[in-house]
């Protein structure tokens, strides 16, 4: 949900989390302001993936209440933005996150990187060392 600059700069960014919830604000990236975005913890939602408003009624229940640090305001935003972006986030649990020289890396290739440079190149070395760092 666009929110306007809301007085950030561009790729700065306002967090709050706690169990199970997480809401930040981040400058400026979409059409020059801020983007709103809410994570929640849930099981698996049924609700029509084409209706609007039906999305913005699982986002606001499951913040209904929350009136700590930006959420009423967030929430307003909710109500009034016409382009919504709603979807699920996954996790799918695998024995290893490579195979031969191919390796599943996702937003932390940097750590991949980082990974094979210290081993000078050696895929090996670099795919167990990336999996010890950032499974959980």
């Keep these: 949900m666009a929110l306007g600059r809301n007085g950030l700069a561009r790729r700065q960014a306002d967090l709050v989390a706690d169990v199970g919830r997480f809401r930040r604000i981040h400058g400026g990236s979409y059409k020059n302001k801020a983007l709103g975005v809410f994570l929640l913890r849930s099981g698996l939602l049924d609700y029509d993936h084409r209706d609007l408003d039906a999305q913005k009624k699982l986002l606001l229940d499951a913040f209904a209440g929350h009136t700590e640090w930006k959420i009423p305001q967030l929430l307003d935003a909710v109500r009034a933005d016409p ?12 024995p290893t996150w490579h195979r031969g020289r191919i390796a599943l890396v996702g937003d932390a290739a940097h750590f991949l990187a980082e990974e094979l440079e210290d081993a000078g190149g050696d895929h090996t070395v670099a795919f167990e060392r990336y999996e010890q760092r950032q499974r959980p």
């Excluded at 919504?84 to 799918?92: A, N, P, T």
């Design 83 to 94: 382009e919504l972006y709603f979807d699920s986030v996954s996790q799918i649990h695998m």
